[in-house]
């Protein structure tokens, strides 16, 4: 029995010595929570989604996307080229499945015109071709779209005003990847790299609650540079991760491709 034991305690000091030397674990103090920061998870690609709406006012994009969600469709908003906003929703394995609720929706008048969105048209896809550089430069292409303009997502932020992991969660949908709803899920997926290792378009996180927990999420652009939405009042940006505040309350990184 003393013998198990005292293997156990010597892969147990092994273990954490490889977590300490890999970097997923934090630098500054340990996250108290229920999930484990070195889970590897891959996320699933899109394959099917329903587009609509061309909204001049950010708000009714939202409006929509909350209707939406309120029937379990998993919708977000975007800004396209031309500044106009839309909204995305579903993941549908088959295109016939997607028209056939994107009808239904439209009889029932929740939306008007839609347009189906097609796996092929994804960056992740195209990517095959292309390759990886491909994927992450169209991943920072898109979160660079969002600069300047009041991110929201529905429910109870769009009282608030920014919301940072939909920010992140549309940035990555939008290019074929169904990132999770929250920070501390996204945190939870993805592969652990350390802070010498980010590429663009990783994901960046931070504890700016300061209750030990994963609570805001940027997209890494290169150069030290991440892009998010910050909080209520401000809009979506461009910081450091150099800067006092944030490389205080840095966690770590995921990578997603």
């Known amino acids: ?139 920072v292409k898109t979160a660079k779209a969002f600069i300047g303009i009041p991110y929201r997502w529905g429910g109870s932020s769009f009282k608030k005003g920014f919301d940072c992991s939909g920010l992140a969660m549309a940035v990555y949908k939008l290019n074929g990847l169904n990132l999770p709803r929250t920070s501390r899920q996204q945190y939870q997926t993805g592969v652990c790299i350390t802070r010498k290792d980010l590429s663009r378009g990783d994901l960046v996180f931070f504890d700016t609650s300061g209750g030990g927990n994963v609570s805001h999420v940027g997209i890494y652009v290169g150069d030290g540079k991440f892009i998010h939405a910050p909080k209520k009042g401000k809009t979506v940006r461009v910081s450091s991760l150099s800067s006092r505040y944030y490389s205080k309350r840095y966690v770590g990184a995921r990578s997603y491709l």
């Open 1 to 139: 029995m003393n013998l198990h034991r005292s293997a156990q305690v010597r892969f147990s000091i092994i273990l954490l010595l490889l977590l300490f030397v890999t970097g997923c674990t934090r630098a500054y103090r340990p996250i108290h929570n229920t999930y484990t920061p070195v889970t590897q998870k891959p996320i699933k690609r899109l394959d099917y989604t329903i587009q609509v709406g061309a909204f001049s006012d950010v708000n009714n994009a939202v409006r929509l996307s909350d209707e939406l969600n309120e029937r379990g469709l998993d919708a977000y908003h975007y800004v396209d080229s031309t500044k106009l906003y839309k909204v995305r929703f579903g993941n549908f394995l088959f295109r016939d499945d997607a028209h056939r609720e994107a009808v239904l929706l439209k009889a029932m008048g929740v939306i008007d015109g839609f347009y189906i969105v097609s796996p092929s048209e994804y960056s992740i896809v195209k990517g095959q071709k292309y390759g990886q550089s491909y994927v992450r430069s169209e991943l």
